[in-house]
């Protein structure tokens, strides 16, 4: 058998004629940009998310750098932000002129808060938190940090489309929710767009105005702003897909309890949520020591996998600047070295599944 690690097609077969429905009407309604679609899916994404505005924008690094820019973050400043999270999140940092700060990840791959807290100096404006994997954060401590401090909160929603800690939906704990909708997002379209959740109407128009190069009417530009809009086909066919949003994750979750359920092999360990969370399993990522040894075997037998993320930012060759070398963040660095994200999609059938899971038991 032959199993990749990801596979859209059958995530767009699900509901092929209302996405085909919603793209044609899209396509005769003669707008493209800034239309009814898009206001329509921000309402309504808004309204699932628990939050009173959506902002839609071109993508997930749009919205954590507009994010940071609008609340005036940049040169002189640092922001924290854990070391195992995925490059885009260092990048609007750094993009803004600003100083990445790396907090170690805790044993759910979340930012570990002692850490977040040693991390603190006088510079600090600003803290990303990741819900990686579709983990969820416990929001609770570090939200409390932050309003202690006088601190901006960020949460990077970009894997985490519906997940929820103590009831409560995430992108609606910190300053800014900054969603992805790149197509393996678990609310996914069909090439790139982006989105930030928001409490304020005054903080909503300002992201309104700044996605489309900071004009506030037609002819005047108010603040020097960016190009980052969501187009309407895919506002439109993000409204089917997040129609389906709880269906979707729903499945997920029954693929992660399968796999937590009947995987039994001494040398992997298995995710482990923290307490009070319902996370959206955007990944399913084992751990192993054996990592590399298990992924070649996997691959002999028609596995596919992926590494989320083989080199930590901090290790990068676009960060090399900050001075932070190999064993600087053991802990992000022991993850890089052990995660495997095995193949998890909509649509993953259960044989395929059951092959996956004898396949990993049978590994020695
Ligand atoms: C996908 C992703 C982003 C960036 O989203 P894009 O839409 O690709 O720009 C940011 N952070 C995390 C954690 C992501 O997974």
């Known amino acids: 058998m032959k199993i990749p690690s990801n596979r859209l097609d059958r995530g767009f077969f699900r509901y092929q004629s209302e996405f085909e429905a919603a793209a044609l009407a899209a396509l005769r309604s ?3 940009i800034m239309g009814n679609e898009l206001g329509s899916f921000e309402k309504e994404f808004a309204a699932y998310c ?3 505005f959506c902002v839609g924008l ?5 919205a954590l750098t507009s994010a940071l820019a609008l609340h005036g973050v940049g040169e002189g400043d640092e922001v924290i932000v854990q070391g195992n999270t995925f490059i885009a999140s260092i990048i609007s940092i750094t993009k803004n002129g600003a100083a990445p700060v ?9 930012i570990d808060v002692d850490d977040v807290i040693k991390k603190l100096s006088a510079k600090t404006r600003a803290v990303i938190v990741t819900h990686l994997y579709g983990m969820v954060t416990p929001m609770d401590r570090i939200v409390e940090l ?3 401090k006088g601190l901006l909160l960020i949460e990077d929603c970009a894997q985490a489309h519906g997940a929820e800690f103590a009831g409560q939906k995430v992108g609606s704990f910190g300053d800014v929710g900054c969603f992805s909708f790149y197509p393996i997002k678990n609310l ?3 090439g790139d767009g982006g989105g930030v959740t928001v409490k304020s109407e005054e903080l909503a128009e300002k992201f309104r105005i700044y996605r489309n190069y900071g004009k506030r009417e037609k002819a005047d530009t108010v603040v020097p702003g960016i190009n980052s809009r969501l187009d309407e086909i895919q506002a439109a066919l993000l409204r089917v897909r997040l129609k389906h949003l709880d269906e979707l994750n729903a499945e997920r979750r029954a693929l992660a309890g399968r796999y937590s359920e009947e995987i039994k092999n001494p040398l992997i360990t298995l995710p482990r949520p923290a307490d009070n969370t319902d996370p959206v399993w955007h990944q399913y990522v084992i751990r192993c020591d054996e990592r590399d040894r298990l992924r070649v075997y996997l691959a002999e037998n028609g596995i596919g996998t992926d590494i989320h993320y083989p080199i930590p930012p901090h290790l990068s060759t676009a960060f090399r600047y900050l001075g932070l070398g190999k064993g600087s963040l053991p802990g992000t660095e022991r993850l890089a070295d052990t995660v495997l994200s095995l193949p998890f999609f909509i649509g993953l059938t259960e044989e395929e599944q059951g092959y996956v899971i004898n396949a990993l038991n049978a590994f020695k």
């Open 30 to 32: 003669g707008f493209y």
């Open 50 to 52: 628990g939050v009173p």
């Open 58 to 62: 071109a993508s997930g690094l749009d």
């Open 102 to 110: 790396f907090a170690e990840p805790d044993d759910g791959f979340c």
């Open 146 to 148: 932050c309003r202690d």
């Open 188 to 190: 996914g379209a069909f």
